[in-house]
């Protein structure tokens, strides 16, 4: 508080107050609050809203496609399968999804649970074409309760996959006599849907819709054959967007919708990588430094040849080398990671692809498990005055709290940090997180190490070191290929934001 003395005149305190006051009172203590006593940096627009925070924080997570075209070899289905074809050789188990997904260090798990044949792997009110018509271990399968229960068990994050587009549906791109769509589908079918979806529980972090409507892709009502012709020309009309996003939120208040939301965006490819320029706003790869609406990115990919499990075409995992350039590429990119991890026939991940979420954890852990940072001596040469509960000194880079961070004064776009240590460490990796609940601002930082404390080499070669946001890692040997088995000796790590849109804030720092 700020204490600020009035005067009011004699004549003035008289005739408020008549025989009270004489000429020596002539002064009144006024306490008046400033506006920013924290001396709190201002944002930098756009901001995220705290969902978003939330979601951004899972940074890793499994997608698991699992269905009707696991049982027909294909990735598309027609929509005119038999719900008989759903035939899991044993019960499905979800838990082990989750299971062999945490064994890999990710946070949670989206599980398909509609594709465009339409097939819902619960079962619904809204169509016949689900589990209530499968026959012997499908039958009646519920997979989002057995999904949902089985990440709170494992204390992971949780989400459905539906498709909007349906060519199970004969109400989808239904025309009335005048040639106009008719708004059936959305009522009676993808609306229900979701909000059945959403009942399975209020603590959902993602619930996404995927933009395909057709193709040349033969199959039942909703599909693009030369006899149907079905389209649609405006989803976000057709499938009621607005409506849907709003009552979906109202249901799932931590849920961000990909895809109708317009709260995340994909990436712009399905290979796991996302720009070394990548600002959370703006389109694809690299967004768009000057969008005004905050969009992260998600980079959704596979771990095996298809989306779906085939043994005879696509069940060809990649390596756990390659899975962890693909996590430095995504995550270490102010991106969050969606690996596909497709069941099999028994409703149960392939032994091989286990193996290797297992090896995958274990690269994690050797390379970005040990984070020397916490036994370094932190030095900037800047840093913003703390005032009231402000508190913005470089040591809240290394304390392992996500609410404190370092900031650079108001009028600054360039500061250094230097982390030091007494004797020379073995360093491969700088990680770097803005405090993007205040926006994202680093425009251009370097990596320059010592190994005496006095003479710098620059780090990091052949990466483009622009944008930070939520997280960055950069490799120091320059490659997200090859791992530096020797690394670097350090005495001390130097890292220099050459330019900001406004004063630089980062909440963390970590060596490995």
Request: glycine fraction near 8%; charged fraction near 25%; proline fraction near 4%.
């Given at each position: 508080?700020k204490?600020?003395?009035?005067?009011?005149?004699?004549?003035?305190?008289?005739?408020?107050?008549?025989?009270?006051?004489?000429?020596?009172?002539?002064?009144?203590?006024?306490?008046?609050?400033?506006?920013?006593?924290?001396?709190?940096?201002?944002?930098?627009?756009?901001?995220?809203?705290?969902?978003?925070?939330?979601?951004?924080?899972?940074?890793?997570?499994?997608?698991?496609?699992?269905?009707?075209?696991?049982?027909?070899?294909?990735?598309?289905?027609?929509?005119?399968?038999?719900?008989?074809?759903?035939?899991?050789?044993?019960?499905?188990?979800?838990?082990?999804?989750?299971?062999?997904a945490?064994?890999?260090?990710?946070?949670?798990?989206?599980?398909?649970?509609?594709?465009?044949?339409?097939?819902?792997?619960?079962?619904?009110?809204?169509?016949?074409?689900?589990?209530?018509?499968?026959?012997?271990?499908?039958?009646?399968?519920?997979?989002?309760?057995?999904?949902?229960?089985?990440?709170?068990?494992?204390?992971?994050?949780y989400?459905?996959?539906?498709?909007?587009?349906?060519?199970?549906?004969?109400?989808?791109?239904?025309?009335?006599?005048?040639?106009?769509?008719?708004?059936?589908?959305?009522?009676?079918?993808?609306?229900?849907?979701?909000?059945?979806?959403?009942?399975?529980?209020?603590?959902?972090?993602?619930?996404?819709?995927?933009?395909?409507?057709?193709?040349?892709?033969?199959?039942?009502?909703?599909?693009?054959?030369?006899?149907?012709?079905?389209?649609?020309?405006?989803?976000?009309?057709?499938?009621?967007?607005?409506?849907?996003?709003?009552?979906?939120?109202?249901?799932?208040?931590?849920?961000?919708?990909?895809?109708?939301?317009?709260?995340?965006?994909?990436?712009?490819?399905?290979?796991?990588?996302s720009?070394?320029?990548?600002?959370s706003?703006?389109?694809?790869?690299?967004?768009?430094?000057?969008?005004?609406?905050?969009?992260?990115?998600?980079?959704?990919?596979?771990?095996?040849?298809?989306?779906?499990?085939?043994?005879?075409?696509?069940?060809q995992?990649?390596?756990?080398?390659?899975?962890?350039?693909m996590?430095?590429?995504?995550?270490?990119?102010?991106?969050?990671?969606?690996?596909?991890?497709?069941?099999?026939?028994?409703?149960?991940?392939?032994?091989?692809?286990?193996?290797?979420?297992?090896?995958?954890?274990?690269?994690?852990?050797?390379?970005?498990?040990?984070?020397?940072?916490?036994?370094?001596?932190?030095t900037?040469?800047?840093?913003?005055?703390?005032?009231?509960?402000?508190?913005?000194?470089?040591?809240?880079?290394?304390?392992?709290?996500?609410?404190?961070?370092?900031?650079?004064?108001?009028?600054?776009?360039?500061?250094v940090?230097?982390?030091?240590?007494?004797?020379?460490q073995?360093?491969?990796?700088?990680?770097?997180?803005?405090?993007?609940?205040?926006?994202?601002?680093?425009?251009?930082?370097?990596?320059?190490?010592?190994e005496?404390?006095?003479?710098?080499?620059?780090?990091?070669?052949?990466?483009?070191?622009?944008?930070?946001?939520?997280?960055?890692?950069?490799?120091?040997?320059?490659?997200?290929?090859?791992?530096?088995?020797?690394?670097?000796k350090?005495?001390?790590?130097?890292?220099?934001?050459?330019?900001?849109?406004?004063?630089?804030?980062?909440?963390?720092?970590?060596?490995?």
């Amino acid at each position: 508080m700020k204490k600020i003395y009035t005067l009011f005149s004699a004549l003035c305190l008289a005739a408020a107050a008549p025989g009270t006051l004489s000429a020596q009172n002539n002064f009144k203590l006024v306490e008046e609050s400033v506006s920013n006593p924290d001396n709190t940096p201002a944002p930098v627009y756009p901001v995220p809203s705290e969902r978003q925070l939330k979601w951004n924080e899972t940074e890793f997570y499994a997608f698991f496609h699992y269905g009707m075209n696991t049982y027909t070899n294909e990735e598309w289905g027609s929509g005119m399968e038999r719900e008989t074809v759903f035939a899991p050789t044993q019960k499905p188990d979800p838990r082990q999804w989750l299971e062999v997904a945490k064994k890999a260090h990710m946070k949670g798990g989206i599980a398909v649970v509609k594709h465009h044949d339409g097939f819902c792997l619960w079962p619904t009110a809204t169509t016949e074409h689900c589990t209530r018509n499968s026959s012997g271990y499908g039958k009646n399968v519920d997979i989002p309760k057995e999904f949902a229960d089985a990440a709170r068990e494992f204390k992971m994050k949780y989400g459905f996959y539906i498709s909007p587009w349906d060519m199970s549906s004969p109400y989808w791109g239904k025309k009335d006599s005048n040639g106009k769509y008719t708004d059936e589908y959305a009522k009676k079918v993808f609306l229900p849907q979701c909000v059945e979806l959403a009942k399975y529980g209020n603590d959902q972090f993602e619930m996404w819709f995927d933009g395909a409507t057709g193709g040349d892709h033969a199959g039942g009502y909703g599909s693009y054959t030369s006899s149907q012709k079905r389209t649609i020309d405006n989803a976000q009309t057709y499938y009621d967007i607005p409506n849907l996003r709003d009552s979906i939120h109202n249901l799932l208040p931590n849920v961000i919708m990909w895809g109708v939301g317009g709260e995340a965006r994909w990436i712009g490819n399905e290979e796991g990588y996302s720009g070394q320029t990548c600002w959370s706003m703006g389109d694809a790869e690299s967004g768009d430094e000057n969008a005004w609406q905050w969009a992260a990115g998600e980079s959704d990919a596979k771990s095996t040849k298809g989306w779906f499990w085939d043994s005879s075409k696509y069940n060809q995992p990649k390596s756990a080398e390659t899975l962890f350039k693909m996590y430095l590429e995504t995550v270490g990119r102010n991106a969050t990671f969606l690996l596909n991890l497709p069941p099999n026939r028994a409703g149960l991940i392939d032994e091989s692809l286990v193996t290797i979420m297992e090896d995958l954890g274990k690269l994690l852990d050797q390379r970005l498990g040990t984070d020397l940072a916490k036994t370094a001596k932190v030095t900037t040469d800047c840093t913003r005055e703390a005032m009231g509960k402000g508190n913005y000194d470089a040591k809240n880079l290394t304390d392992g709290n996500k609410d404190t961070y370092w900031a650079a004064p108001d009028g600054r776009t360039s500061a250094v940090i230097e982390l030091s240590w007494d004797t020379p460490q073995t360093v491969r990796y700088v990680s770097l997180m803005e405090y993007i609940k205040l926006g994202q601002r680093v425009k251009k930082f370097k990596i320059e190490t010592s190994e005496d404390g006095v003479t710098y080499t620059e780090r990091g070669n052949g990466q483009t070191m622009t944008t930070v946001g939520y997280k960055r890692i950069i490799p120091l040997n320059g490659s997200t290929t090859n791992y530096s088995a020797s690394g670097f000796k350090a005495k001390s790590v130097r890292i220099t934001i050459e330019n900001a849109k406004a004063c630089p804030l980062l909440h963390t720092v970590e060596v490995f």
